[in-house]
């Protein structure tokens, strides 16, 4: 594709379910990143994958979250047990050599925790 | 009920009106700055970016302005048109150094344009 593809484009879910959100990058990015935006906030790093290097998941809030890279391109981000203050806008972004620089966003995923 | 509002910074324009939007970052190492545009229901698109080097750059239609003094950074839309109604973030990283992927972003400002 010609951007960087999130699904499902919502998610509802209930308190204590665990939740997969998955990320397909910009072909030959070697760099990918998930942030979380809260309402009306900016957005809140939450790991970084970067070819085979070990990701840097220094950003994820707890450890119900975690995240996978399959074959240095699609990702999965998953929450396990999931709370009513994980409700946000996951968003994933691709960057072709992973200096931060001209990051490509998709369009997230609105999770909503009932 | 009350509606929750989304607690932004506003901007409010008239079409054609020029647009200025500020920022404050917080790390003086930061040597690196992008801002972000966010339509409604979309992920963030790149508008423009600056090294710290400069103090200024120039868009199309748009300027960045960088204060590395007082640590502040301006974003400047010309003939400001109804498509840049959305929500701008400035983003700030390091640069070389440190954590140069981790980019920091602020709370953003709503820009509305009114035709």
């Known amino acids: 594709g010609a951007g960087v593809s999130q699904s499902p484009s919502n998610k509802v879910t209930e308190k204590g379910k665990d939740v997969e959100l998955r990320c397909d990058p910009i072909?030959?990015?070697?760099?990918l990143y998930w942030y979380r935006q809260s309402l009306g906030q900016g957005l809140e790093f939450l790991i970084y994958?970067?070819?085979?290097?070990?990701?840097?998941k220094s950003g994820l809030p707890s450890d119900r979250f975690s995240a996978e890279r399959t074959g240095g391109s699609v990702s999965t981000l998953t929450i396990q047990r999931t709370q009513q203050e994980d409700s946000a806008v996951y968003l994933c972004?691709?960057?072709?050599?992973?200096?931060?620089?001209?990051?490509?966003f998709g369009s997230g995923t609105q999770l909503s925790v009932l | 009920g009350e509606s929750v509002g989304l607690h932004l910074p506003t901007l409010s324009v008239q079409e054609g009106d020029n647009s200025i939007i500020n920022c404050a970052y917080s790390?003086?190492?930061?040597?690196?700055f992008i801002w972000y545009k966010q339509e409604s229901g979309k992920g963030p698109q790149f508008i423009i970016d600056?090294?710290?080097?400069?103090d200024k750059r120039q868009g199309q239609r748009v300027t960045v302005l960088l204060n590395k003094t007082v640590k502040h950074l301006s974003l400047q839309i010309a003939a400001t048109q109804p498509g840049d109604s959305a929500v701008y973030f400035c983003a700030e990283n390091m640069g070389s150094g440190g954590s140069n992927y981790k980019l920091t972003f602020g709370k953003g400002t709503l820009l509305t344009v009114n035709p």
């Open positions: 972004a691709s960057s072709f050599q992973g200096s931060s620089e001209k990051l490509f």
């Open positions: 790390n003086s190492a930061s040597d690196y």
């Open positions: 994958f970067q070819g085979n290097s070990a990701p840097d």
């Open positions: 600056i090294r710290s080097n400069m």
């Open positions: 072909s030959g990015h070697t760099a």
